[in-house]
């Protein structure tokens, strides 16, 4: 089974950017859409983008027009990349690839804003 790892997280102050890496141990052509989640400290895990093996993408409206999601074939890897970071944004981010038989989730990376 392909296995996820994300990597990119930190601590960032507000108004900043990170960029996530969710990369894959195989192709990433092996799941039909990959996820990213995020859980902020105490609250249930939420779904922020979407990117399908077509290229269609989809971002959380409490994300819109700041995070965006990419892949890299190449790479085997899917990005979040976050701007115009805010507080309220931190969380644990997690990636999930899927197909109709497979849900495979990374272990996630912390990301922090604060000043």
């Known amino acids: 089974q392909v296995q996820l790892a994300e990597s990119g997280g930190g601590m960032v102050q507000p108004g900043g950017s990170l960029r996530l890496s969710c990369t894959a141990s195989?192709?990433?052509?092996?799941?039909?859409?990959m996820r990213w989640y995020r859980q902020p400290p105490g609250k249930q895990r939420e779904l922020v983008a979407t990117?399908?093996?077509?290229?269609?993408?989809v971002v959380a409206a409490t994300v819109q027009g700041r995070f965006t999601v990419s892949r890299d074939e190449v790479q085997n890897t899917v990005y979040l990349q976050m701007n115009t970071l805010k507080p309220e944004d931190t969380a644990v981010y997690y990636c999930?690839?899927?197909?109709?038989?497979?849900?495979?989730w990374g272990q996630g990376t912390q990301v922090t804003v604060s000043s």
């Open positions: 999930r690839g899927q197909t109709s038989q497979i849900d495979s």
């Open positions: 195989g192709s990433i052509f092996s799941f039909s859409v």
């Open positions: 990117i399908t093996s077509a290229g269609v993408t």
